[in-house]
């Protein structure tokens, strides 16, 4: 609309044709909608219009000084805009140059000095006055909040821009005036407190926005809150207003009823009281008697009323009836046999669909054991304590052979069977528990409104099983061979959430109240064959593939050593090895707390002995800047000598590692390097253990001298220079001090991934562990570290050389992580592998799945971008 007019003034400007009477009209009509509508035009437009209204009137000056009603809608007009705080002083020239003697002249130049003492009213903020001082001015009418100084900035604005919080809030709060009121360039006080970087008025106003806002939806919410209460409050009274009508309602259809019925009893208590007053006083206390059961018997007996009926009937009846009676109490007799007397009475309840289910067959076998999942140790041990005392309780029950409707319900819409419990009634929570076999598994712990989902999922588990599974005829033909035990169980669980082989847990009656504490850790489900491997005497060594168990078999091994001996020994401390932080952290998370009990890596565990120990005959100071490791021997060694092209840097620093510093008997020599004759002569290492060509061996050696030198040189050394000097710090303390070796030995040392030591560092663990105190778990077609190669008559040479009888390496093969389809995949490299190298790693069985996988699949004509 504004737009308009303004289209409308800049017409009567150009055409000359309009009066001075139909620019007053416009200008009193913008007045008005202005007014009307609450607008706020913005400062370049009103300018704009003034400076088209004072050319107007330039124009027509000549009746505008003339007519008196004209000047004063204009005017009126200027007074709007100078309330808006736009600055009037830009027209004065246009206007004052044709009407300067007039009176519209000095009534412009009046409402102009009255816009800048109205402006001159803000001095007492922006100056620095105090709030009292501001206070008295606006109380005083000296300042007046809805003016507005140069700009169209309020006093709020003001306050903002000059950083004045304590006035702001006087303003807010005292005042009621806006944060969210517009200047003349359409911003907020936020917009202007950002403007002119007043960090502290920002954070009040953004604070008390933000106070706004919560209050805002704290009172729709409790509005909301109490409409709701209202209503529920209307409904209630409304149900027990019907309760009370249909009471009514039904008194009044049935009182003719009622009254027949009351008479009855009074005209029945006169006659029949009397009688059995005298009847009880003959002694007789036919009332009592189980055959009488109501008062038709009693009058017939006493008053020998026959009805009429052949006695053939009366037999027959009588016979039928009894025979009833008799199973209808064996039956009540039985019943109160199976209700044990520490059930809770507020647990025993029937409803009318469940009186069946409430008289099932009591079961006599009891358990001993029974297992959980890994879900439900994690609801156990992170959850409520006062539910594992509730869990305890139930199971106990369950292995007593107690059922009940609270105890073992089968749930309905599953085509396995799936048993429910409840673990207490108020928080709703159920044990979802199967038979498997002799045994029972608790699947999981959650609230009722869950258990159809899982119940589900749980049937769900059981069909994936059973349809992934390995074809029993295969299974046969691979006991056969040999290649899977005998006695191998074929029923492997899935978990629920997932295609992967069900973690469980073994829990014994016998120790149930350990679920308790806050340590208790259950024991993993073990197959023979590892619990074989984890109950073995002395020192083990396990191989297998990845994906088989040796880790778990490690877990438990330490978890059975700790059983083994009573009580809290401290004298008994227990170490688990590894190159991996991440494996490390695996093991410590999977096994129980326990303070005897160390976790570390290889690297940490060479600088906590060599702190340990004392320095001994030679002290020599291993830095971190001076080590050779692979990387370095390739790029500052191996690739600058001249003769480096015959064999590769990885074969020279494996020769180097494992037989030239890293061997048993490189050790034993005096300087700790494996003598020339002894690597060049195939006889003294064995075709087997050393599989370098004879011809490469003599260039080989002379490389490794030049390495030694280049070490000397550059004062550098390797790993087995470190490991040899500290195997030789404890072999003098063993001897000359006692006292220090105990702080570094341990009863029980357990190394993971042992295809990555050298023989000079399986010492080293024998040394800790004593012969028979050591654990080693491995995958000898792996290796992590540059530079080793591990067969297993190395460990037991190490072994012989300490004094300890290591017998024949464990086997595991049945593989937890992969589907067969994948195994028979690697299983064929590996053929292919040992059949054209056939010492290139120790020969395992071939693992063996659990599950079949999903087919592969064949794509044809397919192109990868």
Known sequence: MLYSMEYLLNISFKSRSESAKWIACIAELMSSVIC????????????????????????????????????????????????????????????????????????????????????????????????????????????????????????????????????????????????????????????????????????WIVEYNAKRTILSFLKRNHYRAMKIRKRQKLDRAAALIQKIIRAYATRKIYNGVLLRRLEDSQRFLPIWGKFLDSYHDYGQDYVCSKTQSSWSDIREKLMDINVGLNDEFRQDTNERLSSALEKALQQVEEVGDIISEDVDCDEIFVEDDDVNESLHAFHTDQWLSFQVTSHVVKFLQQGDKKYRSFFVRRMQQLARGERSRILQKALKGS??????????????????????????????????????????????????????????????????????????????????????????????????????????????????????????????????????????????????????????????????????VRLCRYVEGTVSEDTRTSFCTYGRLISDVESCLPPGRHVKIFNPSQRMDFSRFKQEFHNLSAKSERVSALISWMVIRTFLKGSLEAFQSPNGLLPMDAFVKAEQLGKNRCRIPPELREHLYAEFLRYQAYLADKKLWDDCD????????????????????????????????????????????????????????????????????????????????????????????????????????????????????????????????????????????????
């Open 722 to 865: 470190r490991v040899r000097h500290l195997a030789l710090r404890i072999k003098e303390s063993m001897e000359l001090d006692p006292d220090a070796f105990s702080q570094v030995q341990r009863s029980k040392v357990y190394v993971d991934e042992v295809q990555d030591y050298t023989q000079l560092e399986l010492l080293l663990f024998f040394y800790l562990a004593g012969p028979n105190g050591l654990f080693l778990a491995g995958d000898p077609a792996q290796s992590v570290v540059e530079g080793t190669d591990f067969r297993f008559e190395e460990v037991r040479s190490v072994g012989h050389f300490v004094g300890s009888v290591i017998q024949k390496p464990k086997t595991v093969n049945i593989n937890f992580r992969s589907h067969s389809g994948i195994l028979n995949c690697a299983g064929g490299v590996l053929d292919l592998m040992f059949s054209h190298f056939p010492n290139s790693a120790k020969q395992l069985k071939k693992d063996f799945g659990l599950f079949q996988g999903s087919r592969p699949g064949a794509l044809l004509g397919a192109t990868v971008d």
């Open 415 to 580: 085509k396995t069977l799936v048993y429910e419990t409840y673990l207490e009634q108020k928080s709703g929570h159920r044990i979802l528990w199967t038979e498997e076999g002799n045994n029972i598994v608790v699947w999981y712990i959650a609230k009722h409104k869950q258990v159809s989902r899982l119940m589900q999922l749980i049937d769900n588990s059981k069909s994936r099983s059973a349809r992934q599974h390995v074809p029993d005829s295969l299974v046969s033909e691979l006991q056969n061979e040999g290649l899977l035990p005998k006695n191998e169980p074929k029923e492997v669980l899935l978990d629920i959430f997932g295609n992967v082989p069900l973690k469980v847990y073994d829990v014994n009656f016998n120790t149930i109240n350990e679920i308790k504490n806050d340590s208790w850790t259950p024991q993993l489900h073990l197959t023979e064959e590892e619990r074989d491997i984890v109950e073995a005497e002395g020192t083990v060594l396990v191989l297998g593939r990845s994906g088989t168990g040796k880790t778990v078999t490690v877990t438990q091994r330490i978890e059975y050593d700790r059983q083994s001996r009573p009580g809290q020994d401290p004298t008994f401390t227990q170490l688990f090895v590894a190159r991996s």
């Open 36 to 203: 009307a509508f609450g607008i706020k035009p913005a400062t370049e437009m009103m300018i704009q219009i003034c400076k088209t209204m004072a050319s107007n009137c330039n124009m027509w000056r000549d009746e505008i000084d003339t007519n008196r009603d004209g000047p004063n809608k204009i005017l009126s007009w200027f007074q709007n805009v100078a309330d808006l705080g736009i600055d009037l002083r830009p027209f004065r020239i246009d206007l004052l140059r044709m009407h300067e003697e007039t009176d519209f002249g000095k009534e412009f130049v009046e409402l102009e000095q009255k816009q800048l003492r109205q402006w001159s009213q803000f001095d007492v903020v922006k100056q620095g006055g105090t709030l009292d001082e501001v206070q008295e001015a606006v109380n005083n009418g000296n300042l007046i909040i809805s003016r507005r100084d140069r700009g169209g900035l309020h006093l709020i604005h003001i306050s903002a821009a000059y950083d004045r919080v304590d006035l702001l809030k006087w303003l807010v709060t005292s005042k009621g005036m806006d944060l969210n009121l517009m200047d003349g360039e359409h911003r907020s006080a936020l917009d202007v407190a950002k403007a002119s970087k007043a960090t502290d008025a920002m954070q």
